[in-house]
Structures are given as C-alpha cells and as structure tokens.
C-alpha cells in the first residue's frame, strides 16, 4: 500500500488521564474513518502504540483497520527517517503549503484540555524534526 504517510505519536499517552485516553481513541477513531472514506491514499501508522489507548482500540476491532502498529517510540522506529519527518503542530512557526508523498507528516496524539503548549514542539525540536 502506498500514499501519503500519517504517522500518530502516542507517546504523549502517560500524560493523560483515563478520559482524554478515551477521547483520543474516539478521535483516532473518526479520522480513520473518514480518511477512510476520501480519494487520497493514505499509509496510516501508530507509534509508542499500547496502553489504555490500545486497549480501547481493541474494543473497536482496530486490528482489522490497515494501519501499521508499532510499539517503539517514533524516534526509535526503524521505518522512518528523521529528515523525512514533519511534526505537525499548531504551536510552529512554519506553515505546510503542499504536501509531498516522500515526506512522513507526524500528529501528536495528545488530548489537552488544559493546553499543555509546546509539548510536540518541543518533542519535534529535541529530535531535530
């Protein structure tokens, strides 16, 4: 399967609470389904996968979805390279204007009601993305 690659960092898991787990299930959720649902191909991949979020996924049959699961970290994961990664955050400065099948564009799966700013940010910026 090829397309456009949208990985999920749900490294942030650890710094939520059991309902803002369930909240970013539900929201994985959706946007599987209605990406599912558009002309684009997309690569779906989630990263630091396990946890409460897994497990909710679970309830959801997600392993039936074609998404690729990894539980390393995604600085960890071998199937990315760092200067093919974009962090997409709304706490940075540049703005995307195209987008480019060669490039892996990274959403922080973070659900902050109290905004934690620059969590991914700076997660991007420590790794050089």
Excluded at 55 to 80: A, G, R, V
Aim: proline residues 2%; hydrophobic residues 35%.
């Amino acid at each position: 399967m090829s397309g456009i690659k949208l990985v999920f960092d749900l490294h942030y898991q650890p710094t939520m609470f059991d309902s803002e787990l369930e909240i970013l299930a539900k929201q994985l959720e959706e946007t599987y389904y209605l990406m599912y649902k558009v002309k684009h191909t997309f690569m779906y991949h989630f990263t630091s996968f396990g946890g409460k979020v897994e497990e909710l996924l679970k309830l959801k049959t997600c392993f039936k979805w074609h998404i690729h699961y990894s539980n390393k970290d995604l600085f960890e994961c071998d199937k990315f390279e760092v200067k093919d990664m974009i962090y997409l955050t709304s706490d940075a400065d540049d703005v995307i204007e195209d987008i480019s099948p060669d490039k892996v564009y990274i959403i922080g799966g973070i659900v902050d009601p109290l905004i934690k700013y620059n969590l991914s940010k700076d997660r991007a910026d420590k790794h050089h993305v």
